[in-house]
């Protein structure tokens, strides 16, 4: 099992897409084992994001994503990183594949919705920036369903 790190951004939520994203993660049949909402400091964003931190789109990518709520969430499953970012899509909403989220409501570069981990060390990385050690152990009795076994 993986965990990995999703955030809808600021735009997601100013456009009232919470409810739509976050069902797309929970029908697909991961688990949730972490949820919260809050606006980001500028701080906790610096750091999300310091691997752009010389990009020329660095500076208005932080404005943005402290310019409002997020809603963090932890979703686990097997290959959990790789199936976020096939529900995710591509960067750019207007290349993005129709079925994923960005392909389906986006049109942009940098308002995009969604922030998905890319790989096991960044998985880590982010969920311990963003929940630290508060992630909960649960068993979901679903999983018998989800997963032949
Ligand atoms: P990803 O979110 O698909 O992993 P990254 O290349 O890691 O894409 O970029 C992180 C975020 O930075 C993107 O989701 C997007 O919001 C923003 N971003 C990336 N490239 C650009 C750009 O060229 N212009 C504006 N924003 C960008
Ligand atoms: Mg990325």
Not at 6 to 12: A, E, F, N, Y
Not at 94 to 111: K, L, N, V
Request: some cysteine; proline content about 5%.
């Amino acid at each position: 099992m993986q965990t990995t790190y999703v955030m809808i951004k600021p735009d997601g939520v100013q456009r009232g897409l919470i409810g739509e994203i976050i069902g797309r993660f929970e029908r697909k049949g991961l688990q949730l084992v972490g949820m919260k909402s809050i606006i980001p400091s500028e701080e906790i964003a610096r750091e999300h994001y310091a691997v752009h931190s010389e990009r020329p789109f660095f500076p208005g990518l932080i404005k943005f994503v402290t310019s409002g709520p997020v809603v963090c969430m932890a979703w686990r499953g097997v290959e959990a990183i790789k199936v976020a970012r096939n529900l995710i899509g591509s960067t750019n909403g207007r290349e993005a594949a129709p079925g994923t989220i960005r392909g389906d409501f986006g049109m942009d570069m940098g308002f995009n919705m969604i922030h998905g981990s890319d790989a096991p060390e960044t998985a880590e990385f982010e969920l311990n920036l963003w929940f630290g050690d508060s992630l909960m152990e649960w068993n979901q009795d679903s999983i018998n369903w989800v997963y032949e076994g």
